[in-house]
């Protein structure tokens, strides 16, 4: 239901399902929709804010009431022309996944079982009625953000949000959006937007999981920044990920050497939402109708140290000095084009410089372990290649590219090639011919 009326004609409900992405039990999507519900016109407040209503696609629910600094924003137009935002607001809705079975026996969503008052604007001499209300959350689900109703000091339906069963969420980071202050209210209000914890490494058994903001709020009684309200939660889920593909070693068919490298093949690849990723080259609106999702991928390769061709009657035997890993410009680059972390200590991991998405993808990318990755290392090393009379041999060495793609699988910044730890060896033929 929305609480906040319906949106006007021609900003009506665009069909999503297409556009959303199942992250295990939950179903996500995106939407710029929003209907007002309430801003400090009025109230001689030193802060602004505005709270709008998400407007859900068809089947999905609402997680909270979003609130901005301001009256309005790129797509959010208030009743009392103002100064607004630059941003394109957008809020997550999600929906019960299809076929999943929970991980507990309980459905991952239900609704509240009621509302308790945080706020109302008494004393602050506002235009319009303002009030935030806290969900109360059935046992073992938790509110994910406050409610704020249109004009009005009624409490909200019970179906104006839905809550999340507990264990696919967590604690989330507090991050000052508004506060009332010198606005004369009868209670202090500050308003905290609930963001991931950064560098957040995912310790639990089976698919790595996020951490995701959905854009909602947490609403306190004191202007000090709190360290635990009741709907300071972001979502924890598991990454859609798409079957890993393992790359065929290479062979030596004859004696001549072999090409200097195989070609990439997609080896594996998970995918988040866009708002874990920097892509200055489109606009969210454009996010939003052609990727909400974006693909980290990892192809691929083997990449030749060395051949040897022995026409001779005896072993031959060389040794070959490699480089492995990145080097440091690359990494940077790559980093800066597209706000995902490439380090040795931490592996690939969002967080560092987002506030809606934190988690690693080591794991999913096919690497050994979540944090840590020793590949990326620039080191030297040296391979052995021995061949036999009458045979060639050759070593390669794994090598691995790193790219973002949209949806349409077009390349977001520059990607990140190296060569790691696994190699390979090879005989033509298998057995030395006699002498």
């Not at 990326?376 to 691995?400: F, N, Y």
Request: one cysteine or more; hydrophobic letters at 35%.
């Amino acid at each position: 239901m929305d609480i906040c009326g319906s949106p006007e004609p021609g900003t009506g409900r665009r069909g999503m399902t297409e556009k959303s992405k199942a992250f295990g039990e939950l179903t996500l999507a995106y939407t710029d929709k929003l209907t007002w519900c309430w801003d400090d016109e009025d109230s001689g407040g030193k802060h602004w804010v505005s709270f709008w209503q998400p407007v859900a696609p068809e089947g999905f629910k609402v997680l909270g009431t979003v609130a901005i600094p301001a009256w309005g924003s790129a797509n959010l137009n208030p009743g009392t022309p103002n100064e607004k935002i630059k941003d394109h607001v957008v809020a997550m809705v999600v929906k019960e996944t299809p076929g999943v079975p929970s991980a507990t026996g309980k459905p991952p969503l239900a609704s509240p079982t009621d509302y308790e008052k945080v706020w109302k604007d008494s004393g602050t001499g506002t235009k319009y009625k303002g009030m935030i209300w806290r969900p109360i959350p059935p046992k073992g689900y938790v509110a994910m953000g406050c409610v704020t109703p249109k004009d009005s000091y009624d409490k909200p339906p019970l179906d104006a949000v839905v809550c999340v069963r507990e264990d696919l969420t967590f604690g989330s980071n507090a991050k000052w959006l508004y506060s009332d202050a010198g606005a004369g209210g009868k209670e202090d209000l500050s308003v905290w937007r609930n963001v991931v914890p950064p560098s957040y490494v995912d310790n639990t058994d089976g698919r790595t999981r996020a951490l995701i903001a959905p854009n909602t709020f947490a609403a306190h009684n004191a202007y000090n920044q709190p360290q635990w309200l009741p709907e300071m939660r972001v979502l924890c889920l598991p990454m859609p990920v798409e079957e890993p593909v393992r790359s065929p070693y290479p062979e030596l068919t004859d004696h001549s050497q072999p090409a200097s490298k195989t070609p990439e093949v997609p080896a594996n690849a998970v995918w988040v939402p866009f708002t874990a990723i920097t892509d200055t080259a489109k606009s969210t609106p454009w996010k939003l109708e052609n990727s909400p999702f974006y693909k980290l991928e990892r192809k691929a390769a083997w990449s030749l140290v060395r051949h040897l061709n022995n026409n001779t009657q005896i072993v031959q035997k060389v040794t070959e000095a490699v480089t492995l890993g990145v080097e440091k410009e690359q990494v940077s680059s790559f980093t800066a084009a597209v706000g995902v972390a490439f380090t040795a200590t931490a592996g690939v991991s969002s967080g560092f410089a987002s506030a809606e998405v934190s988690t690693t993808y080591s794991l999913e990318l096919g690497f050994g372990t979540s944090t840590g990755l020793k590949e990326i290392e620039s080191r030297q090393v040296t391979k052995e290649l021995s061949a036999p009379p009458g045979t060639a041999a050759a070593v390669w060495v794994g090598s691995s590219t790193i790219q973002v793609v949209r949806a349409d699988n077009t390349r977001v910044g520059p990607p990140v090639t190296f060569k790691g730890e696994t190699d390979h060896y090879d005989q033509y033929p298998d057995t030395a011919p006699s002498s």
